[in-house]
């Protein structure tokens, strides 16, 4: 079997949660070394996979344990929007942090819906105004490579309504609409949701895309 890099980093990441929640949930001093042991060996792993100091990594995950259900160690939800016009173009943006080209997308913000999410985001990071329409993919971004953090990527197709495109000055280098023969380049994991999203925009049927399960893989 080949072990890529981020099979290394996933694995990092879920021997740190299961060592956050068991802290999280236990009072026994022999439990909790044991625990804290597991983070230390998940962080030697994440430093050799991401670079940085093993310490650094150990620190960040022990800061971030709560007490009880508040420490229970699950993903990050983001939300994306995939937004089509009327010509039948995808709106897409060029990140500003990676200089990688794909759909609006941003961390879930409380008080809010997903769809809210996914419609504020959009004008916040391109002028465009737009509907949300229907949910077409779940996304596990730690399985799929495009996050090196736990994370579920909740994406919507929507339909723009108004505004101007006008990019985000911090958040977004560039910013405009798309035909599947004049795509940008570099996208992020294009071939995992280009065609959904072309066909969602299209008004075509669309089965909401999520990651398969492994067979039994909580069983291993």
């Given at each position: 079997m080949n072990v890529s890099a981020q099979d290394l980093l996933r694995w990092a990441e879920s021997l740190a949660g299961i060592g956050q929640?068991?802290?999280a949930f236990s009072e026994v001093q022999f439990e909790r070394e044991r625990y804290e042991e597991v983070i230390n060996v998940a962080a030697d792993i994440k430093a050799r996979v991401a670079g940085g100091e093993a310490a650094g990594f150990?620190?960040?995950?022990?800061?971030?344990?709560?007490?009880?259900?508040?420490?229970?160690?699950?993903?990050?939800?983001?939300?994306?929007?995939?937004?089509?016009?009327?010509?039948?173009?995808?709106?897409?943006?060029?990140?500003?942090?990676?200089g990688i080209w794909l759909y609006v997308t941003g961390w879930a913000d409380i008080g809010y819906s997903a769809s809210e999410v996914a419609e504020k985001?959009?004008?916040?990071?391109?002028?465009?105004?737009?509907?949300?329409v229907r949910p077409i993919g779940i996304f596990d971004g730690l399985r799929l490579g495009f996050t090196t953090i736990p994370l579920y990527s909740i994406v919507f197709q929507c339909r723009a309504t108004g505004g101007e495109l006008?990019?985000?000055?911090?958040e977004v280098t560039d910013?405009?609409?798309?035909?599947?023969?004049?795509?940008?380049?570099p996208i992020a994991s294009g071939d995992r949701w280009v065609d959904l999203a072309f066909q969602a925009?299209?008004?075509?049927?669309?089965?909401?895309y999520f990651d398969p399960p492994r067979p039994n893989v909580w069983e291993a």
């Open positions: 929640t068991g802290l150990s620190e960040e995950w022990m800061a971030e344990v709560r007490t009880g259900l508040a420490g229970y160690a699950t993903p990050k939800i983001a939300v994306g929007a995939i937004v089509g016009n009327d010509d039948g173009e995808l709106l897409m943006i060029q990140r500003a942090d990676s985001e959009v004008l916040e990071e391109t002028g465009i105004v737009c509907e949300a006008r990019p985000h000055p911090q910013v405009g609409w798309f035909r599947p023969d004049n795509l940008p380049s925009v299209a008004g075509g049927p669309v089965d909401v």
